[in-house]
């Protein structure tokens, strides 16, 4: 099983400023991972797929990069509505699909 | 693209449970569908998978469930199902349907593109 591991666990950010979150696979998942977003009482929303393919509707500010095992998910211009918990999360060697335990994004 | 979940609720330990996800606004037949779920105050734990019947239909599942849950789907109503058996207190989550988008390049791999809004399994004596 692919341990996917987060860092950091919680991150304050000021409103328009840059956030950068790290996920980290324990062994090589290619570009097969996931970036979603969760809010309070919500259910996890795909934002980027493939390491850096925005899903539909999702801004650009949003953006991934990296793989192998070191992926990136950047913030620009932090709004409002990005304050949520990121999680990563692998398909490439399935099952099980594995998620990371998560970042917090709060507003500094 | 629409999921709904539905047959969560507070049941004691050892009972049985069924979940449903009525889904809408895209072609059932075409997907797979996953169920992942999330233990309050935690994170997103996958637990089971089927495939479309084009690609076999077959299942798979989280150790964590395996031999006391069963997913299945019927494609005739565009709903997938999770049947919750032997159920454990650890089972306690919130438990989101998903759609799974499969991609074949190098090897086949699919990801969860849509989510529904969960339902609560609470199991408790």
């Known amino acids: 099983e692919i341990v996917m591991t987060q860092s950091p666990a919680t991150l304050s950010v000021s409103p328009g400023e840059r956030a950068t979150l790290s996920c980290r696979a324990s062994?090589?998942?290619?570009?097969?991972l996931a970036w979603y977003q969760q809010k309070p009482g919500q259910p996890p929303r795909l934002l980027i797929y493939?390491?850096?393919i925005r899903a539909t509707g999702v801004p650009a500010r949003f953006s991934g990069s990296g793989s192998g095992t070191e992926f990136t998910l950047t913030i620009n211009s932090l709004q409002s509505e990005d304050f949520a918990v990121y999680y990563c999360?692998?398909?490439?060697?399935?099952?099980?699909?594995?998620f990371g335990q998560g970042t917090k994004v709060e507003i500094k | 693209v629409q999921l709904v979940e539905s047959g969560g609720g507070l049941v004691q330990p050892g009972r049985s449970l069924r979940l449903s996800c009525t889904t809408s606004?895209?072609?059932?037949?075409?997907?797979?569908m996953t169920w992942v779920r999330q233990a309050p105050g935690k994170g997103l734990e996958w637990v089971a998978f089927i495939r479309s019947k084009t690609y076999t239909g077959t299942t798979d599942y989280a150790a964590s469930v395996k031999g006391r849950f069963s997913v299945s789907r019927d494609d005739s109503k565009s709903i997938a199902y999770l049947q919750m058996n032997s159920l454990e207190t650890e089972d306690t989550a919130v438990y989101y349907c998903?759609?799974?988008?499969?991609?074949?390049?190098?090897?086949?791999?699919?990801?969860?593109?849509?989510w529904g809004q969960g339902t609560l399994v609470t199991v408790s004596s």
């Open positions: 999360q692998q398909y490439n060697n399935w099952p099980p699909w594995t």
């Open positions: 062994q090589s998942v290619s570009n097969n």
């Open positions: 606004g895209f072609t059932f037949g075409d997907y797979a």
């Open positions: 493939n390491a850096y």
């Open positions: 998903g759609r799974a988008t499969r991609l074949a390049i190098s090897g086949v791999v699919y990801y969860f593109d849509f």
